[in-house]
Each structure stands twice: as C-alpha cells, then as structure tokens.
C-alpha cells in the first residue's frame, strides 16, 4: 500500500521532508514548499535535492509518490481584484517550476473560492486561469474535493467535472478525494462503494491521483472541513481502511493530513504528529484506541 503524509519541508528542503516520512514509517508524503498562508519562499539547494532522491531510492519511497500541496493563499476563482489573480496565477506556475526542480510531478490544489460571484462565473475564472498556469509544463495538477465551507468551489462532483471537462489540456489533471472533506460536502463514505460508482459515472476512476485520509471532526453534511484522527471522529475506522484497502484505488496514493496531537508537559504546551501511530494502526488493520498515550509515550523524551 503507498500510505504517507503530510510532512514538513523547512528543514534541508526535500532531504527533510524524505526523512520525516520515512521516521513515520511512510512511503508517500505530501509537502507546502514553503508556508502555505505566505509567498516566502529559501532559495532551493542542489544538494538537499540529490540527498532526497538518494535517501527515498534506499527507503523505497518512489518519487511518484511525493506530492506538494499548493498554498492556500493561491484563489484562481475569483477575479474582481484583477492583479490579486494574475498574482495566484504567476505565484502557482512558480510553484510548480519550483517542484519540476525537484522532480516532483504532482501538486493537489484547492480549487478556489467564489466570494461574491456566481458559481459559473467562479468555474470558468479557474478553468481561465488553469489553462494559463499549465501552458507548456509537463505536470499534474490535482484538483482537491472540498468540504463547501464558506463559498468553496469544487465540493461536489459536479463542480470537479465541470472543470476537468473544461480545461484545454484534460491529460495534465487529476482528482484529489480528502474523506473528511468528502464526509462535509455529504457524500456519506459508509456507502463507499455507491460513492465510487457516482464517481465512474461522472469523472471516471482512473483519475483519482490521491486520497486524502482523514477523519472529520464533523458530521454528514456539516460543510466545516476540520480534520480528526482516524477513528476518532464521525467516519470511523472500518469505514476509513475500507477506502485504503479498496482493491480500485490500489495504485493511489494515500495520504494522512490529521491534526497532532497536543499535550501539556510541565506547563509547557507540545504538539507531537500522530502520523507513525496512525499508519501502524492502517498496516495492523487494527484501531487502537491508546493512540493518544502511545503517541505521547513515544515522544516524552524528543
Ligand atoms: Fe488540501
Ligand atoms: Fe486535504
Ligand atoms: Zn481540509
């Protein structure tokens, strides 16, 4: 199974984030190349690429499956503010030179946000600016379901394919599935297997990329987008290893984006990531319900 997560990319670049993901027992990862909320971004260094590719060639992580998730400050949706556009516009393409660098060929992207405007118009803003920021690069873009929290695009299917069937170069995109994002929108994942077959129906299966593995925080429907820890929020765990072990997503990548996990030692707030416990708990097949005290055991001393 390619099972992975999210990891940090601040220290020696790729190198780092190669190593963290291997330190959580992961052989997939996903990465912002620099803070997702700004546009500061440390120049890249030859020598953390080529330790990278050696350290994943060693720790059988392919870089296939290393993804980069674009900033969030990035909106193709809306245009109103005409150079706050062409800004996200110039920014992406950048951030995608930045991965070819790396060898990396994938970024999920967050669709956008409609604010003031109407869906369509909203719509055909991305596909505009999809079209201007893929011109000429060899990549793939995965463009993520999203919960429908404030004016969110992309929160159902309809919306997902409206753009994959618009965009000039269909061949350069793919779908990314977040299960808690899915779970807010309203797509009830208990019935994964009618989920899939909407999903044929409308996109197609073989364009599903990656899976985001996340529980929700949130109810059916809820429309929040605040992820939880597998099996400790309204999925629950069988539902969640169903959809890792699905024999159509085999060759998908599945990636953990769950909160860590946050404890109070001599006074002093610490946050520890759950990652290590939680793809052990996917490998094992088996919840473990001590997750939390594991997690806090095994980093007491770090
Ligand atoms: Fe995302
Ligand atoms: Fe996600
Ligand atoms: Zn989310």
Not at 38 to 60: C, G, P, V, W, Y
Not at 149 to 154: D, H, L, N, R, T
Not at 238 to 243: A, R, S, Y
Request: proline letters at 3%.
């Amino acid at each position: 199974m390619i099972l992975g997560c999210h990891v940090s990319f601040s220290e020696n670049g790729l190198y780092g984030s190669a190593k963290s993901a291997h330190e959580y027992l992961a052989n997939a990862f996903m990465f912002y190349t620099g803070a997702p909320q700004n546009t500061i971004r440390k120049s890249l260094k030859e020598e953390d690429i080529l330790n990278a590719h050696e350290f994943m060639k060693t720790h059988q992580i392919s870089l296939e499956h290393v993804i980069c998730h674009a900033p969030y400050i990035i909106n193709l949706a809306n245009k109103t503010n005409l150079d706050k556009w062409n800004f996200s516009i110039t920014f992406l393409r950048q951030e995608i030179l930045r991965c070819l660098k790396m060898g990396v060929k994938k970024m999920v992207l967050h669709p956008g946000s409609a604010l003031a405007l109407s869906r369509f118009e909203a719509l055909d803003n991305i596909v505009e600016a999809l079209n201007q920021v893929m011109d000429g690069l060899d990549f793939t873009l995965l463009l993520e379901t999203m919960a429908g929290k404030g004016s969110e695009c992309g929160c159902t299917l309809e919306e997902v394919k409206y753009i994959l069937d618009s965009v000039l170069e269909k061949n350069k995109f793919q779908v990314c599935i977040d299960t808690c994002h899915l779970n807010d929108a309203g797509y009830d994942l208990n019935d994964f297997d009618s989920f899939l077959d909407l999903f044929d129906q409308l996109i197609g299966i073989s364009k599903i990329g990656c899976v985001h593995l996340n529980d929700s925080k949130n109810v059916l429907a809820s429309h929040k987008d605040r992820h939880e820890n597998l099996g400790f929020g309204t999925i629950s765990f069988e539902t969640l290893l169903k959809i890792c072990y699905h024999e159509k997503l085999k060759e998908v990548p599945k990636i953990l984006e769950t909160p860590f996990v946050g404890y109070s030692i001599n006074d002093k707030k610490r946050i520890y990531p759950p990652y290590r416990f939680e793809i052990e708990m996917i490998r094992k097949r088996q919840f473990d319900p001590d997750l939390y005290i594991k997690i806090r055991e095994y980093y007491k001393n770090a």
